[in-house]
């Protein structure tokens, strides 16, 4: 039997983002997002789905936080509309908006569970994105005057901040690949993107020292840290490209080492002026980082970066991603010593996509789900037993949710969400989860 021993203090939290769950786009003086507007390009979303109802938490929260209090959940990890706070994208303040993540966080509070609040989980108003969006400078005066709002309506409520979830799929799915919104293919938008929305991060962060609120404040990266296909030199340099194109890109500026030297050395532009490197690598509080997967790459002159994914032997999730448990242990470690081993690291999302259905006896038996979290809990305690100031885990998501361009066709949640009557239903994994957190996680 495998009994996992975790830290009194250990963060167990459940994760979601505004426009995958909320819904009610066009109520309580919310404005349009990014999202908004690209689900409506033809192609762009499976089955032209869109979230303007979604999981309906923007009615249910309560329901919701409930349920989380049943599971015993110490922290919830949501992300708040940037159109639902500004509107305009800046300006004038939306207080039904601010009341919305007040009553959230109240919710939560009264079951003695922690909020956790993301302020950039990708809804940027649509206003802003009409002026260019991440790709230009203009995005991050914008970015700290909203962020200082949530500061100033929300600081005495929320007990720790994410800055920017997931810049990777912001600026290469959204600015380079065109696959999310806004649906932009242009590698120099791309590399804007990049800078601006890591320079965003830190003004945040440096605004947020002028406050006299302590709870901690960091971001979250889901940066892609392959390994080489074979040991062998060429393999090896291939993985080490490809941590510089997919993981260093972004979290060395952070720590205050820069751009990667390969990637500028490829001709990536970065629009850096005096000062933003430094305001980039702003002490933070802890670093998030959202896992679900690792591939293998190896050297291919042929590639533009000289590397290219190679096949696998491992089972895959209903996304067609790698159960790979181990490559989480590899990633937390790298970013552990990347960082000196003193930034406390959260696991902020890790999940599993299965085809779940109720069963006839009105339970999800979501098996898979529950091995893979099985493994990768595990991984995290090994990380602890080494040593590493891994300090909590976020298990993606708290429900069936909108999957970005996959629109509803994939479900992450250990709550099944049906969609039609919004019903709520615990699957096997929730179960499972309430044992793990209780201090029971045994198998």
Avoid at 126 to 154: M, N, P, S, T
Avoid at 264 to 286: C, H, R, Y
Avoid at 319 to 332: A, E, F, S, T
Wanted: charged share 20%; glycine share 8%; proline share 4%.
């Amino acid at each position: 039997m495998n009994t996992l021993t975790f830290p009194n203090d250990f963060l167990w939290g459940t994760a979601t983002a505004s426009y995958q769950v909320e819904g009610a786009v066009r109520e309580g003086g919310r404005s349009e997002s990014v999202w908004d507007t690209f689900c409506r390009v033809q192609g762009a979303v499976y089955a032209g789905e869109n979230g303007d109802i979604a999981c309906d938490q923007y009615h249910r929260y309560k329901e919701d936080v409930a349920l989380m209090a049943k599971l015993g959940f110490k922290s919830y990890r949501f992300s708040i509309a940037w159109p639902r706070i500004l509107p305009n994208g800046a300006g004038a303040v939306n207080k039904e908006g601010v009341a919305y993540y007040r009553n959230l966080c109240a919710e939560l509070h009264k079951y003695g569970i922690q909020a956790c609040a993301t302020l950039y989980h990708w809804d940027l108003p649509q206003v802003l994105q009409d002026k260019g969006g991440w790709a230009e400078r203009f995005i991050v005066e914008a970015f700290v005057e909203y962020a200082k709002v949530c500061f100033a309506e929300l600081g005495d409520c929320v007990d720790q901040w994410i800055t920017m979830n997931e810049p990777l799929c912001v600026t290469f799915l959204g600015y380079l690949l065109g696959v999310h919104a806004p649906g932009v293919k242009d590698p120099a938008q791309a590399a804007a993107a990049v800078h601006h929305i890591l320079l965003a991060h830190g003004a945040a962060v440096k605004e947020y020292r002028k406050t006299s609120f302590k709870a901690p404040i960091g971001v979250t990266l889901n940066i892609n840290t392959p390994r080489p296909a074979t040991n062998s030199e060429a393999d090896v340099e291939a993985a080490r490209r490809a941590r510089a194109f997919e993981a260093d890109v972004f979290l060395f500026p952070l720590i205050g080492k820069g751009y990667p030297e390969i990637v500028l050395q490829a001709g990536w532009e970065f629009p850096v002026k005096p000062g933003d490197l430094e305001t980039i690598s702003e002490k933070m509080d802890f670093i998030g980082l959202n896992y679900y997967f690792e591939n293998a790459v190896a050297w291919d002159e042929s590639s533009l970066n000289k590397y290219s994914t190679v096949p696998f032997w491992q089972e895959c999730t209903d996304m067609g991603w790698p159960v790979v448990p181990w490559g989480l242990y590899r990633q937390v470690k790298l970013v552990s010593e990347a960082t000196g081993g003193n930034l406390p690291i959260y696991v902020t999302e890790n999940g599993y996509a299965n085809p779940d259905l109720v069963d006839g006896d009105g339970r999800v038996h979501d098996e898979k789900r529950i091995e893979y979290l099985k493994k990768h809990i595990s991984v995290c305690s090994t990380l602890i037993k080494e040593g590493i100031k891994l300090k909590g885990y976020f298990v993606w998501s708290f429900l069936d949710n909108f999957e970005w361009a996959w629109g509803y066709s994939k479900r992450f949640g250990i709550v099944h969400v049906d969609y039609k009557t919004q019903k709520r239903t615990l699957k096997d994994s929730a179960y499972f989860f309430r044992d793990v957190m209780a201090g029971f996680g045994e198998w």
